[in-house]
């Protein structure tokens, strides 16, 4: 029988897991982000993460299971500090939102969303985690602009800036329009105080 040397390592197994798994998933998010769904494979994200492409495959068996993950996780990061906002006027509230769909966080659902149009395999896990991640932004917008969507109006109004938000952030894609959005997001945040009251 052999000698049991006691492990130098000691964080627990499970943490160490959580720790790559999480180091996967924040590298999957800055290559989409980057490189685009065709720039983006498992090996290119596991060297980044600085993990094996077979401890990447351990926890993502896909590259689908990997990306989708990577969207929802940072989906998720991002629903938890809005969530996390202290309360405010709606102004800094409208610009916390349109910062959400400004950042790479968006530039990498909107690449997943391409690769999800022509991809069968991708496109109904895409479609679902949109629309799951699109209800919960809708949800959190309404708390923090203390919109009352029983009010005619209100829940049109709110989806109209979530909406323009998407379309800055599109806009954004192939030029910084800082200056310009700015401008939108002070206008914006008027109409929406002045429609919700």
């Known amino acids: 029988m052999g000698v049991v040397t006691p492990s130098t390592d000691r964080t627990p197994k499970q943490d160490r897991s959580r720790a790559t798994r999480r180091r ?22 596991a060297e980044r993460a ?8 351990h926890h993502f068996p896909t590259r689908e299971d990997l990306f989708t993950a990577a969207v929802e996780y940072v989906a998720e990061e991002r629903s938890a500090a809005l969530r996390a906002l202290p309360v405010q ?35 109904p896990r895409v479609s679902e985690l949109e629309a799951r991640v ?10 923090l602009l203390a919109a009352d ?4 109006g209100a829940r049109e109004t709110v989806q109209g800036l979530l909406d323009m938000a998407r379309g800055l952030g599109l806009a954004n894609v192939l030029t910084d329009d800082t200056a310009r959005r ?16």
């Open 24 to 45: 996967l998933l924040e590298a999957a998010v800055a290559c989409l982000a980057e490189h685009g769904w065709a720039g983006s494979t498992v090996s290119v994200v």
């Open 182 to 197: 700015g401008r939108v997001v002070a206008q914006w945040a008027a109409l929406v105080d002045d429609a919700l009251g």
């Open 89 to 123: 006027g709606r102004t800094a509230v409208v610009a916390a939102l349109v910062d959400l769909y400004t950042g790479p966080l968006f530039r990498a659902a909107l690449q997943l969303w391409v690769a999800a149009s022509n991809e069968a395999s991708l496109h």
């Open 50 to 57: 600085g993990v094996s492409r077979g401890a990447a495959q």
């Open 149 to 152: 969507e029983t009010k005619p």
């Open 134 to 143: 699109g209800r919960e932004t809708h949800r959190i917008a309404v708390g």
